[in-house]
């Protein structure tokens, strides 16, 4: 790794000296206020940030928790043990990648001074411009889609071994340059470099270690959940349903119980998401932005989007780009 970037990153934290201190367990509430250990996003971004890293806390037992938000752990030297959902052991090396979505749960064994790691902390909105640089029937693009889901997915985790495949060694150091210096244009370069990384673990699948297996049920789900990353400009249950040949109710059921939410507000969340991204990342019109992701009704939209965001779309693009300007 760029020797600079390890020199960045290296040095024992605040959190590191209080357990070399004496302290043995790791103080949940600098992580979270739930009750169970879920790490939360709020605790780990900045207000309005979707990404952002920080080094695993390594000299200490670091227990069985979960995420609200996809983690991506990258091996910069030495290694570290991960117990993922409860019962397969990783040992994740020196340029290795692992990819966490939000529904696995995660063990750590301590790790020693030299044995660094970086977290990547991605909310998955984050995602929506790399979704689209990669191709569809990929393990990756698979993954992408299974963070929506609610329980245990098909596709929890993912580990590669790509410390000699320099492309992608190259790829992850740049994102990770591009964090730690907040760089102009940052949002768009994080996603852009992140969208190039899937393309280039696509075109080398041979560094694929391990990944969980699926059951009938997750597959549909996950099928149900790429038909509408990719139709949901004009897609809908009854079309989908007829290409799986079931019964509405059926799909809507395990949809429910996989995700949490229906067929038609996965499908909001989707255009929603889009909506957003190109008020931020383009100079449409806002008809025009309602019309490209699948909405006749103003009205509608506006009241939609108002009830998500609590903002009206104008005052969301003022903002975001107030926000940008600013840093």
């Given at each position: 790794?760029?020797?600079?970037?390890?020199?960045?990153?290296?040095?024992?934290?605040?959190?590191?000296?209080?357990?070399?201190?004496?302290?043995?367990?790791?103080?949940?509430?600098?992580?979270?206020?739930?009750?169970?250990?879920?790490?939360?996003s709020?605790?780990?971004?900045?207000?309005?940030?979707?990404?952002?890293?920080?080094?695993?806390?390594?000299?200490?037992?670091?227990?069985?928790?979960?995420?609200?938000?996809?983690?991506?752990?990258?091996?910069?030297?030495?290694?570290?043990t991960?117990?993922?959902?409860?019962?397969?052991?990783?040992?994740?090396?020196?340029?290795?990648?692992?990819?966490?979505?939000?529904?696995?749960t995660q063990?750590?064994?301590?790790?020693?001074?030299?044995?660094?790691?970086?977290?990547?902390?991605?909310?998955?909105?984050?995602?929506?411009?790399?979704?689209?640089?990669?191709?569809?029937?990929?393990?990756?693009?698979?993954?992408?889609?299974?963070?929506?889901q609610?329980?245990?997915?098909p596709?929890?985790?993912?580990?590669?071994?790509?410390?000699?495949?320099?492309?992608?060694?190259?790829?992850?150091?740049?994102?990770?340059?591009?964090?730690?210096?907040?760089?102009?244009?940052?949002?768009?370069?994080?996603?852009?470099?992140?969208?190039?990384?899937?393309?280039?673990?696509?075109?080398?699948?041979?560094?694929?270690?391990?990944?969980?297996?699926?059951n009938?049920?997750?597959?549909?789900?996950?099928?149900?959940?790429?038909?509408?990353?990719?139709?949901?400009?004009?897609?809908s249950?009854?079309?989908?349903?007829?290409?799986?040949?079931?019964?509405?109710?059926?799909?809507?059921?395990?949809?429910?119980?996989?995700?949490?939410?229906?067929?038609?507000?996965?499908?909001?969340?989707?255009?929603?998401?889009?909506?957003?991204?190109?008020?931020?990342?383009?100079?449409?019109?806002?008809?025009?932005?309602?019309?490209s992701?699948?909405?006749?009704?103003?009205?509608?939209?506006?009241?939609?989007?108002?009830?998500?965001?609590?903002?009206?779309?104008?005052?969301?693009?003022?903002?975001?780009?107030l926000?940008?300007?600013?840093?």
């Open positions: 790794m760029n020797e600079e970037l390890l020199n960045h990153l290296m040095p024992i934290t605040a959190e590191e000296q209080e357990i070399l201190s004496g302290k043995t367990q790791i103080k949940k509430e600098r992580y979270t206020t739930d009750k169970q250990f879920i790490i939360d709020k605790k780990m971004l900045h207000k309005g940030d979707l990404i952002d890293i920080r080094p695993h806390t390594r000299f200490i037992h670091f227990p069985k928790h979960k995420h609200n938000y996809v983690e991506i752990i990258y091996m910069c030297q030495g290694s570290t991960h117990i993922i959902n409860g019962t397969e052991t990783i040992l994740l090396e020196e340029g290795n990648l692992l990819f966490l979505n939000q529904n696995a063990e750590i064994l301590p790790a020693k001074e030299k044995d660094l790691a970086v977290n990547f902390i991605v909310l998955p909105e984050f995602f929506d411009h790399p979704f689209s640089m990669i191709d569809e029937n990929t393990i990756l693009h698979d993954f992408l889609i299974s963070t929506l609610k329980e245990i997915s596709i929890s985790y993912l580990h590669f071994d790509v410390k000699d495949i320099l492309p992608i060694q190259n790829l992850v150091e740049n994102l990770i340059w591009s964090i730690l210096n907040n760089d102009s244009n940052k949002q768009s370069i994080r996603q852009t470099t992140m969208g190039l990384l899937f393309m280039n673990l696509t075109n080398h699948l041979e560094a694929l270690q391990s990944r969980p297996t699926a009938h049920l997750q597959l549909l789900v996950i099928d149900a959940m790429r038909y509408i990353e990719e139709n949901y400009r004009n897609g249950l009854e079309e989908f349903a007829a290409q799986k040949r079931l019964p509405t109710y059926q799909i809507s059921r395990y949809l429910k119980k996989q995700t949490g939410q229906s067929f038609k507000q996965l499908l909001q969340k989707k255009r929603l998401n889009q909506a957003t991204y190109l008020l931020t990342h383009s100079n449409m019109t806002l008809e025009n932005i309602i019309s992701i699948g909405y006749n009704n103003s009205s509608y939209f506006y009241n939609l989007f108002r009830d998500t965001y609590y903002v009206t779309p104008k005052e969301y693009r003022c903002n975001r780009n926000a940008t300007s600013d840093r």
